[in-house]
């Protein structure tokens, strides 16, 4: 194995590449991306959502977010209306053709998920999640450059 291939970063990276190119080419069968897929999922199907706590949600940018809403709307997979609880605010919501493509990405996602687990033991699965958990905590509380600033 080369050394690039023993660090953390590498394996999360070209890991996280893998399913990204896996769920793009699930997506791209229906006309979508995984980007898509993602915002379909990160709606509420019956309420909507207040544009404004998508970005984080998803951790996303808000104008690589408003490109996908754009996408979307042109494509007939959300509308937006206005929040009642929010006289400024928009809500995003799904059409019933967003539903739909909601519940393929949905049924997609949860079929990821159920051949990864058949494949590990579950205390695999605990230290994979032990691990990411982690990594997470540690960048958010600024341990790993900390002496850096």
């Not at 490109?67 to 799904?94: A, F, H, Q, W, Y």
């Not at 494949?119 to 990594?135: C, D, G, H, M, R």
């Amino acid at each position: 194995m080369e050394d690039k291939k023993l660090t953390i970063d590498y394996m999360l990276r070209s890991t996280w590449q893998a399913v990204t190119k896996m769920y793009n080419e699930q997506a791209g069968k229906y006309g979508a991306s995984m980007s898509t897929g993602f915002t379909l999922l990160s709606i509420d199907p019956e309420e909507g959502s207040p544009s404004t706590t998508l970005g984080p949600r998803m951790g996303v940018e808000s104008t690589s977010l408003s490109r996908i809403l754009k996408t979307m709307e042109e494509k007939g997979l959300i509308s937006r209306k206005p929040n009642p609880l929010d006289g400024r605010g928009v809500l995003i919501c799904l059409t019933e053709e967003g539903k739909a493509k909601r519940e393929v990405s949905k049924e997609r996602v949860l079929h990821f998920n159920k051949v990864v687990h058949n494949s590990l033991t579950p205390q695999k699965i605990k230290n994979f999640y032990e691990v990411t958990e982690t990594i997470t905590e540690l960048i958010k509380e600024n341990k790993i450059f900390k002496t850096e600033e």
